[in-house]
């Protein structure tokens, strides 16, 4: 079984930048995409980037040139790094490890106001 824990999220003004950070432990070795996910106040959770085994990644195309997925085998903690927020990337922001199942955090708030 994997934990995840986020941080990093808070309020910040539109056109500033935050780092969410995902500690997680457990069979780290046995994850093969890690993945953040968002879900704003009465809306469906929608996949935010994913990042495979091999370090390939996708974004959704809202954050795509905005946002940026690393992650550290070292240390075993996933990124994001968010540049020009927006308004409507207020969401609370789950990270989420797959390897046959899937865990998740139990998130982090994200605030940007205008």
């Known amino acids: 079984q994997v934990q995840l824990v986020e941080s990093g999220g808070g309020l910040v003004q539109a056109g500033g930048s935050l780092r969410l950070s995902c500690a997680a432990s457990?069979?780290?070795?046995?994850?093969?995409?890690m993945a953040w996910y968002r879900q704003a106040p009465g809306k469906q959770r929608e996949l935010v980037a994913t990042i495979g085994i091999d370090g390939s990644t996708n974004y959704e195309p809202s954050v795509k040139g905005r946002f940026t997925i690393t992650k550290d085998n070292a240390k075993n903690t996933l990124h994001l790094q968010m540049n020009s927020l927006k308004p409507e990337d207020t969401a609370v922001y789950y990270c989420?490890?797959?390897?046959?199942?899937?865990?998740w955090g139990q998130g982090t708030q994200v605030t940007v106001s205008s």
């Open positions: 989420n490890a797959r390897y046959g199942v899937w865990s």
């Open positions: 457990g069979v780290f070795f046995r994850i093969n995409t």
